[in-house]
């Protein structure tokens, strides 16, 4: 194992123990997640990639998928956390974006976007991409912040005197739409993280 894979691999632990220090616990909110979403089954999309905190959980469970992002530079530090674990070979790492997305019509049987909708600035894009790319009887795992963790990703950001851009509420606008759309939503919360489950009827 090269010294760059274990140079990231320290960061990653060093982030993960800086976010429990606030009271944000990653590894655990992703089992959260994760669980609330079973089964998964079928061909397997992540939408954001970030630094791969999430991917690196859904491949630990043994899942091989395809994720995306519009971010070389984030993707390549995902692309290390994975590699520390000998996992890369379940993980496809494409750069995209998430509201012009390359894949055909019905890829995919389910769909993941983690901590992503805060940030986008046209959700309904990315929104219109999943139906399109979602399968005659597939399911999309939306989550995102709770109040509460959003209060608590502020705090880490500002901590590090770095501010953190985010809309709130947009899992609100998603599950109408889903709704909308005729999808079936469940709905899960933790302290720190709100899940959305939409599946086909």
């Given at each position: 194992m090269n010294d760059e894979v274990?140079?990231?691999?320290?960061?990653?632990?060093?982030?993960?123990?800086?976010?429990?220090?606030?009271?944000?616990?990653?590894?655990?909110?992703?089992?959260?997640?994760?669980?609330?979403?079973?089964?998964?089954?079928?061909?397997?999309?992540?939408?954001?990639?970030?630094?791969?905190?999430?991917?690196?959980?859904?491949?630990?469970?043994?899942?091989?998928?395809?994720?995306?992002?519009?971010?070389?530079?984030e993707q390549e530090i995902a692309r290390l956390n994975i590699r520390y674990f000998g996992l890369e070979n379940q993980v496809v790492l494409k750069i995209e974006d998430a509201g012009h997305l390359s894949f055909p019509d019905k890829s995919f049987d389910t769909i993941f976007s983690i901590n992503v909708f805060h940030h986008l600035n046209d959700p309904p894009s990315v929104l219109d991409e999943i139906i399109r790319l979602l399968g005659p009887c597939g399911k999309a795992v939306l989550s995102d912040f709770s109040d509460k963790?959003?209060?608590?990703?502020?705090?880490?950001?500002?901590?590090e005197g770095r501010k953190h851009d985010y809309v709130t509420h947009r899992l609100d606008e998603a599950k109408n739409y889903f709704m909308n759309k005729g999808f079936?939503?469940?709905?899960?919360?933790?302290?720190?993280?709100?899940?959305?489950i939409a599946g086909r009827t």
């Open positions: 274990i140079e990231n691999h320290k960061r990653y632990l060093e982030r993960v123990s800086f976010y429990r220090s606030f009271g944000y616990d990653l590894e655990k909110e992703r089992d959260f997640i994760l669980d609330k979403s079973l089964p998964i089954a079928g061909k397997i999309l992540e939408i954001g990639t970030g630094k791969g905190h999430f991917a690196l959980a859904l491949a630990k469970r043994g899942f091989s998928f395809v994720s995306v992002d519009i971010s070389s530079s963790g959003l209060e608590i990703i502020n705090m880490c950001h500002t901590h079936d939503i469940k709905e899960f919360q933790s302290e720190v993280q709100r899940v959305i």
